[in-house]
């Protein structure tokens, strides 16, 4: 049964320890993932990008093909399914379809509209018991369509939405969305202490996980980082092993084409990817 990430998120930051969000965009990526969780006794957010939704034909599908992933696997671990930056409508839409948990993401807003209808989401998602992430400050690069500048938040404007009664925030603190440059500057520790004060007990989100050195992602959750999100990693190594698995002639040996076969590699390598993330977020045998 799918749950609010609410309850996960605030144990993870009494705990110190991060849940990872781990994007998901067809039935093997979501398979690895809740398989991987329950090996790990970790709980999990499921993410889901608007583009990756209509990707999969529908928020209706991807809650359904959940939900009944779930049941088939015997998954016991909490597992939230998540909307990563959605729009205002795209909120009320999988609100609808039986997502457990929204991303509003109003940071291209004023912070005098980003507040009215993150209010607004509020409402809806208290009715029905779910989560509710919001942004401040923008994230920088590019993800599904979604371009951020990059910008670092301001922790009045991270405490007037935390105010609100969101479950969780995210705010711009230099991390990109896809691959980090070689120039990039690395997390601003002195911005994120800031609004860690502002905000209180706020579960803090980091978007753009991957690339992230170990040792700024475990100082980021000594500040208050409560969730991780990893999407362009598991792509990475997906790409990766299928491709190695072609170029070896694998697919060109016995029934080695078969769909089953050529993903499988793929597969077990978001598995190993997972695992290697769920360990160093400390989110293993949380659940």
């Known amino acids: 049964m799918l749950v609010s990430a609410k309850e996960m998120l605030q144990k993870a930051r009494e705990g110190k320890y991060a849940v990872g969000q781990f994007n998901i965009n ?5 398979k690895a993932i809740l398989l991987t969780a329950q090996e790990n006794n970790s709980p999990v957010i499921l993410g889901v990008s608007e583009g990756a939704g209509k990707y999969m034909t529908g ?9 009944a992933m779930i049941e088939e696997l015997n998954i016991t671990v909490p597992v939230a399914l998540h909307l990563d930056h959605g ?31 993150t209010t607004e989401l509020i409402n809806i998602t208290n009715a029905k018991g779910l989560s509710l992430e919001a942004e401040v400050g923008s994230i920088g690069g590019e993800e599904d369509g979604v371009i951020g500048a990059g910008e670092i938040a301001d922790a009045n404007e991270c405490k007037q939405i935390a105010d609100l009664g ?13 691959q980090y440059p070689a120039n990039w500057a690395g997390l601003d520790f002195e911005a994120l202490a800031r609004i860690n004060e502002a905000t209180g007990n706020m579960p803090l989100v980091l978007h753009g996980g991957t690339g992230i050195p170990d040792d700024m992602i475990k100082k980021a959750i000594s500040l ?9 990693e598991c792509q990475l190594v997906f790409a990766a092993a299928t491709r190695k698995y072609i170029e070896a002639g694998k697919d060109l040996e016995g029934k080695g084409f078969d769909p089953r076969k050529l993903l499988a ?8 990817i997972v695992k290697e993330k769920m360990v160093l977020f400390g989110s293993v045998n949380r659940a």
């Open 87 to 117: 729009s205002y409508e795209g909120a009320k839409k999988a609100i609808e379809a039986g997502f457990s948990s929204i991303m509003f993401d109003g940071s291209h807003y004023a912070i005098e509209e980003n507040i009215e209808k």
């Open 224 to 232: 208050g980082v409560a969730k991780i999100n990893v999407n362009t």
């Open 26 to 30: 067809n039935l093997e990526w979501t």
């Open 265 to 272: 590699p793929g597969f077990e390598a978001i598995k190993d």
């Open 59 to 67: 928020y209706k599908t991807v809650a359904a093909m959940v939900s």
């Open 166 to 178: 969101v479950s969780m925030l995210a705010a711009g603190i230099g991390n990109i969305h896809g």
